[in-house]
T-cell receptor
Framework: GAVVSQHPSRVICKSGTSVKIECRSLDFQATTMFWYRQFPKKSLMLMATSNEGSKATYEQGVEKDKFLINHASLTLSTLTVTSAHPEDSSFYIC???????????FGPGTRLLVL | QQQVKQSPQSLIVQKGGIPIINCAYENTAFDYFPWYQQFPGKGPALLIAIRPDVSEKKEGRFTISFNKSAKQFSLHIMDSQPGDSATYFCAASSGTASKLTFGTGTRLQVTL
């Protein structure tokens, strides 16, 4: 399968600060990446679809100004949680589209804790 | 219509048993059905996937059974091991290039 990395794996920040999470496709060029959010013991919730060189497409109910997505290259997409609040604490996971079988491969996730 | 319903929510089996996880969908446009395995604190990993043109697919100890008319598919884990203890998610999409709709997940525990 494809290799996807995320950085950082874990981050703790104060309320009101912004946090950037990186998602990298290490072994193929990904024109499309997805960002998910997962609460404890819950399923994955798609937040947005990130397309290289164009604006991200956000799912209904997801604030685009709160969750800024940039897909500046074929191997990197970033998610910035702006003015983070405790309710933004969650597990954020990216996936890339493409690679073997053309299916989605997921990164290891980033645990965000906002104090 | 976009939902994928998954059951059971949790499952405990003894080592060597065959846990079965079931999923049902409504959207007839779905034509790609992957299963993912997730360990605590990790991202989901693709286990096996099936398309509606076949009724069964096996990869190692994992088997997907697919019933197109009933719009249901299931995952069977043969000779389950304690290392299989994880959360399993079914998913569905219209083509591999489309966004996935995930089931609610099944927490599997395999005991000795």
């Amino acid at each position: 399968g494809a290799v996807v990395s995320q950085h950082p794996s874990r981050v703790i920040c104060k309320s009101g600060t912004s946090v950037k999470i990186e998602c990298r496709s290490l072994d193929f060029q990904a024109t499309t990446m997805f960002w998910y959010r997962q609460f404890p013991k819950k399923s994955l919730m798609l937040m947005a679809t990130s397309n290289e060189g164009s604006k991200a497409t956000y799912e209904q109910g997801v604030e685009k100004d709160k969750f800024l997505i940039n897909h500046a290259s074929l191997t990197l997409s970033t998610l910035t949680v702006t003015s983070a609040h405790p309710e933004d604490s969650s597990f954020y996971i990216c996936s890339t589209l493409g690679g073997p079988g053309g299916t989605q491969y997921f990164g290891p996730g980033t645990r965000l804790l906002v104090l | 219509q976009q939902q994928v319903k998954q059951s059971p929510q949790s499952l405990i089996v003894q080592k060597g048993g065959i846990p079965i996880i079931n999923c049902a969908y409504e959207n007839t446009a779905f034509d790609y059905f992957p299963w993912y395995q997730q360990f605590p604190g990790k991202g989901p990993a693709l286990l096996i996937a099936i398309r509606p043109d076949v009724s069964e697919k096996k990869e190692g100890r994992f088997t997907i059974s697919f019933n197109k008319s009933a719009k249901q598919f299931s995952l069977h884990i043969m000779d389950s091991q304690p290392g299989d203890s994880a959360t399993y998610f079914c998913a569905a999409s219209s083509g591999t290039a489309s966004k996935l709709t995930f089931g609610t997940g099944t927490r599997l525990q395999v005991t000795l």
